[in-house]
């Protein structure tokens, strides 16, 4: 094969090392609540909703909120977005990491909120933006060799919480995506609108599924990035699921991992019909992915290469958040397109 680009391995290892982040949490008492000067007299005098205190267990971090954060930085795309589809925007005070072109509706007040950084930001210019609660979508927001441990975090009087997808569980589930929406909501005073919009989800994934239920499953090739390897979905990945949701199968299901390199004579032998493209900075465009793929004379005969089936994917939805509802409808589309005509 020839070397067209640099595969991203920095997911992959992330990905690896998140039940190290998660196991290196485990001994941390979170604060219970940030410090009132972070939030003001604002804060401090706002009433406190029905429910308080809300106690949650996240990575091993067992943390007690005495009243909903007031000023929140994101780290990363994933969890900004499912801030703002709870309304929750006038919490928020900084960004950061943007991964793809934002969900649609949501672009104006994604724009509204400071960006930090391109990348994680560094550990003081979270603490410029003054924040009561951190939330990081991956392993990496809180990478202790950067000085953004958690503990840190809890040291200056800031609570943290880590997408559930790092908390070192095996197998990620479109139900983890549901019990991270509930579980914001929990820590913001909000559980009516993470109901709603968790039914929202379930609602948008069950009529893909619906409509493609009868149809035959269609074997499908996850392209993240390389060229000497292909970097793949594994069978632990939400992305297998929402493969099967949308009447697909992963033709790498039974690599055990959320990542991980198969060889392209792997691929050739199990012959996917689809390839469904990640879609994110630092790995080539979606068109170069494409342009590699059908110029390699090894994979020629691959149906999906033969026919040039391919669906793009945003890598922010095929994590936990609230994209990966829609990208059960667009993958679906792309493996049954007769059964949306």
Aim: aromatic share 8%; charged share 25%.
């Amino acid at each position: 094969m020839s070397q067209l680009f640099t595969p991203a391995r920095t997911r992959g290892f992330l990905r690896a090392t998140a039940a190290a982040v998660a196991l290196s949490s485990v001994l941390l008492t979170a604060s219970c609540g940030a410090a009132d000067e972070s939030g003001g007299d604002a804060k401090a005098t706002a009433a406190v909703p029905a429910g308080f205190p809300v106690t949650v267990d996240n990575c091993g971090v067992r943390t007690t909120y005495e009243r909903p954060p007031s000023r929140v930085v994101t780290i990363h795309q994933h969890p900004a977005e499912l801030m703002l589809a709870l309304g929750l925007k006038d919490r928020m005070v900084g960004t950061a990491f943007p991964d793809s072109a934002v969900l649609p509706g949501l672009e104006a007040d994604y724009e509204a909120v400071p960006e930090l950084a391109r990348k994680e930001p560094s550990f003081e210019k979270i603490l410029d933006a003054e924040p009561d609660f951190v939330y990081g979508g991956y392993g990496s927001a809180f990478a202790e060799k950067e000085g953004r441990a958690r503990t840190a975090f809890a040291d200056a009087g800031i609570d943290t919480y880590l997408n559930r997808e790092y908390c070192g569980k095996k197998k990620v589930t479109m139900e983890d995506t549901y019990d991270e929406v509930r579980t914001i909501g929990k820590i913001f005073g909000v559980p009516d609108r993470a109901d709603e919009l968790v039914t929202d989800l379930k609602s948008r994934v069950g009529e893909a599924a619906d409509k493609v239920e009868s149809r035959p499953e269609v074997p499908v090739f996850v392209y993240d990035s390389g060229d000497k390897a292909a970097f793949t979905a594994g069978g632990k990945s939400l992305g297998t699921e929402l493969i099967r949701l949308a009447g697909g199968t992963n033709v790498f299901a039974d690599l055990d991992d959320v990542f991980g390199d198969v060889s392209w004579e792997q691929v050739i032998e199990r012959r996917p019909e689809v390839i469904a493209v990640y879609d994110y900075a630092g790995a080539g465009s979606v068109e170069q992915k494409k342009r590699f793929l059908l110029s390699q004379p090894a994979l020629a005969d691959v149906p999906a290469v033969r026919n040039k089936r391919f669906v793009v994917l945003p890598l922010t939805a095929t994590l936990v958040g609230i994209r990966s509802a829609y990208a059960v409808g667009d993958l679906a589309r792309g493996l049954h397109p007769e059964s949306f005509r």
